[in-house]
């Protein structure tokens, strides 16, 4: 093994290297400014994926030198495209919507935490109790809802007396929840 390569090969290399991070990146910029703030926002499962894929392309680009930067922006172009034909859908086709970031989930109705919806979602008790103590509310019965969202992060919704939609519209509810008792 000769140890003088591990840290130095050739100028050649190293030039490509660098020459390709400024390219990649360039481009990158773009395409990230060309298809909107959408392919930047808190991300869902479906767009975590999409940020992984980005950061292995983006490497491979630069450090492998059987990929050329036509190569690499055309693999960068189909990922961003891709995520905005799935997010352009989900907007327009509610089946697409929840396929790509599923669900919001119910995880307190009406102060009363929903122990099948926690199970199901992999949340405790005390996570639920973080979320509503950061939202400024010291008893679980001053809060109508914690919704789970597509995200991960949590939403509490506290009692109120107001008229007009429900902001639990769309939200999944849990078997606990009469149908009767109108969610939004």
């Known amino acids: 093994m000769n140890v003088e390569h591990i840290f130095f090969d050739n100028w050649q290399a190293l030039g490509r290297t660098g020459l390709m991070s400024l390219l990649a990146y360039l481009c990158l910029l773009a395409l990230l400014r060309l298809f909107g703030k959408r392919t930047l926002s808190k991300m869902n499962a479906f767009d975590l994926v999409v940020t992984v894929a980005l950061g292995s ?3 491979t680009i630069l450090l492998n030198k059987n990929v050329t930067l036509s190569q690499g922006v055309l693999a960068l172009v189909l990922l961003i495209g891709m995520q905005f034909l799935v997010t352009w859908s989900s907007v327009r086709i509610r089946w697409i919507r929840k396929l790509a970031t ?3 989930t119910l995880l307190l109705y009406q102060g009363t935490l929903l122990s099948q919806a926690l199970v199901k979602t992999r949340v405790t008790e005390d996570e639920v109790r973080a979320a509503v103590r950061s939202a400024g509310v010291a008893m679980l019965n001053e809060v109508h809802a914690v919704v789970l969202e597509t995200d991960g992060s949590f939403s509490v919704v506290r009692s109120g ?3 007009g939609e429900s902001s639990l519209k769309g939200v999944s509810r849990p078997s606990g929840i009469p149908p009767t008792i109108n969610l939004g």
């Open 57 to 59: 392309t983006l490497a």
């Open 102 to 104: 599923g669900e919001p």
């Open 161 to 163: 007396t107001g008229s």
